[in-house]
């Protein structure tokens, strides 16, 4: 699973994003990638899961986290330009 942040929420951002990690932390998802800075500043709270700042820095490592013929679900705000992902599976 990769996630992007989700935008324009104002002061409960933070809620809302924790809430979605504590969510999937309790059905035990292990692989999971979580993009955006809204997600990234909980990574050292939820060190089992993969975060990036932005989907650029996802990209320089997506190499070495996706394996050809693995299934991606991919899902979060267009403004972290999420596409970017599915234009760069090779």
Known sequence: FI???MKELGNLTDSYH???????NSINLVSVIFIGKEFYKF???FPIYKFFN???SYISQSPKLI???QNMFVMGSN???LQKIIQNVS
């Open 67 to 69: 394996k050809q013929g």
């Open 54 to 56: 932005d989907v650029n």
């Open 18 to 24: 924790l809430e979605i990690l504590n969510l999937v």
């Open 3 to 5: 996630l992007g942040s």
């Open 43 to 45: 990574q050292k709270i």
């Open 79 to 81: 403004s972290n330009n």
